[in-house]
Structure formats: C-alpha cells, structure tokens
C-alpha cells in the first residue's frame, strides 16, 4: 500500500466538496501522516514537522483563520460517518465502542464523539474524525534485521512514530527468510482482502485476523508451528501470559509497545515481566519521524 494509494482511499470516503479539494492537493501534501476532521472547523493535514489547512482550492495553507479553509459541519461529519459504515450504523457497532474503524490497506479512522450509555456505550453523535494515512515502507527494517536477525525484539515508541510501519517490514524480513504467524487483530498490518494480503508480510506469514493478540498466539503456537510470531500493541496480562507460554514452547516474538524511551520501557508495569524473563532480547526506540534512534540489548532487568 503505497502513500498515494492510501491518500486516495482516503478522499474516497469524503463528502464532493472536501474530496474534489482533497484530490487537487499537490504530492508533496500527500506524504501528510494525518487528515482530521473536526466539526465547526478547518480540514487540517498534520505533517511530522508542521500543520496545514486545507482551502476550497485544493492548496495548503498554515493559516487556520484564512476565509478559504473549508470549514467542516456536524452534517459533513455524520455523512462521513455513514460512508465508513456502508450506510448502516448498527452494524458497526464494534467500531463505535472501540472509536475507530479500520479501511483497506491498514488505514485506522478515529471516532471522536459522545458516547450513550442507552447506547452500549458506543458513540452516537460525532463531532471529529482522524484519518491515519497506512503506508509501507521497504526496507525501513532492514538495519534491524542485518543487527540482531533471528532475535526477539520489542519496537517501541511514541504516537506516529512509525512502529506499525516498521513491525510490518520486519515481517515481510523474517516472512521470506522462516515461518511466521502474525497476528493482525484489526487487519491493519497485512489488510487481507478475500484471503489476499494487499501488503507485503513474506511469503512464508501465515495471517491471524480478527481474533485478540493473546487468543491468536495461543492458536498459532497449537496449529501453525511458527518459528516467530508478530503482534503490535501488546498492553494487557493476557498479552504477557500468551508470550510467556509462546517463548517456553520455543517460539520468538516481535511486537510494539507505546514506549518512547529506555526509562519509560521500563515503567510499563504490565511488560515487566517478559523483560524481567529475557523474553525480549532487543528493543528498538523510534523517533518522531519514524527513524530508528537506538537499538537496545535488553537482557534481564530485574526489579530492586
């Protein structure tokens, strides 16, 4: 899935007006990591280093009072909305309790809005949306895999810092090299389509979606052998213990963690024990621009 493929997914789902401005965007406005939108307000393209605003004409401007800004209203929003859920709220209504919904090709949406409790806590009015341009980048993991190939690695990072990116390149690494089982709770990693991965996760991945991180590791150990598993975003005790059994059946592990350095790695409570364990061998720190600052040789930290 490359960036302009994404941008184009994107625009797809917009209201004419936002759409035909969207697609008149220049190439280098696409490369934009973000498009939000938010009710009574601007269209806004966030960047790693700036924000922009989006005008009637199809131009970027850093000016969010200029009197060309299309200003989005609660019924562009809600049409929007509409779209993402193919005309049919209540059958989304996973993606309201969770605020977001996931688009062909790994793209995430967030749903701002409030939430009813007659509801089943789900969001019933919107006021903002967060569309996350996906995009692969080969060879983003290739300094990794030439350091510590085979290892089992923790990538870690702040928000937008590129993990998901990374952790997918790596598999595509490791997939064409050994067998692996990935597991893609959300199809945001490999976004299968009628059993076809869009994205590039190596020839030997076997690809688990829809099922939760510690539900699929546990299955993948018991059925697909695999010599590594990826996952991103492990935060839960049931994360920790399905690795933890993984790793005592010989099985490695790479996965993402929201950590933006050393110190803060270490303060994630619910992880400490795969790194108390050495089940980790590795982390990988990432910076905002999704660059690798420091890869890490963890060992086992043992609490004081």
């Not at 990591?33 to 009710?39: A, H, Q």
């Not at 598999?171 to 959300?186: M, P, T, V, W």
């Not at 990826?230 to 010989?250: K, L, M, N, Q």
Request: aromatic share 8%; with cysteine.
């Amino acid at each position: 899935m490359t960036e302009s493929t994404s941008y184009e997914i994107i625009t797809s789902y917009m209201i004419p007006e936002i759409r035909t401005a969207m697609s008149a965007v220049a190439v280098t406005g696409r490369s934009a990591t973000e498009i939000r939108l938010r009710s009574g307000r601007a269209v806004t393209y966030i960047f790693p280093d700036r924000i922009k605003f989006l005008t009637r004409n199809g131009k970027l401007t850093g000016d969010y009072d200029n009197p060309e800004n299309i200003a989005i209203t609660a019924e562009d929003i809600r049409q929007t909305v509409d779209k993402l859920c193919h005309y049919s709220v209540h059958s989304c209504s996973r993606e309201l309790r969770e605020g977001y919904f996931v688009l062909k090709g790994g793209i995430r949406v967030g749903v701002a809005g409030t939430y009813s409790e007659t509801a089943g806590k789900t969001i019933s009015s919107f006021n903002a949306l967060n569309f996350r341009i996906a995009r692969c980048v080969k060879g983003c993991a290739e300094r990794i895999a030439e350091q510590i190939y085979g290892k089992s690695v923790l990538i870690c990072g702040g928000v937008n810092t590129g993990k998901t990116t990374v952790l997918r390149d790596l598999c595509r690494i490791y997939g064409n090299r050994i067998k692996i089982s990935l597991i893609d709770e959300r199809n945001e990693i490999a976004s299968v389509t009628d059993g076809v991965p869009e994205n590039d996760v190596g020839v030997l991945t076997d690809i688990l979606v829809g099922c939760g991180r510690a539900e699929g590791i546990i299955s993948a150990v018991r059925t697909l052998s695999p010599d590594m598993i990826f996952c991103d975003e492990i935060s839960t005790p049931e994360d920790v213990s399905a690795i933890s059994g993984a790793y005592g059946c010989g099985v490695g592990f790479t996965a993402t963690v929201h950590a933006e350095n050393y110190e803060n790695l270490l303060k994630r409570r619910t992880i400490r024990p795969l790194l108390e364990n050495g089940i980790f061998e590795y982390a990988v720190f990432l910076e905002k621009t999704g660059r690798i600052r420091e890869i890490r040789r963890l060992g086992r930290c043992f609490s004081g």
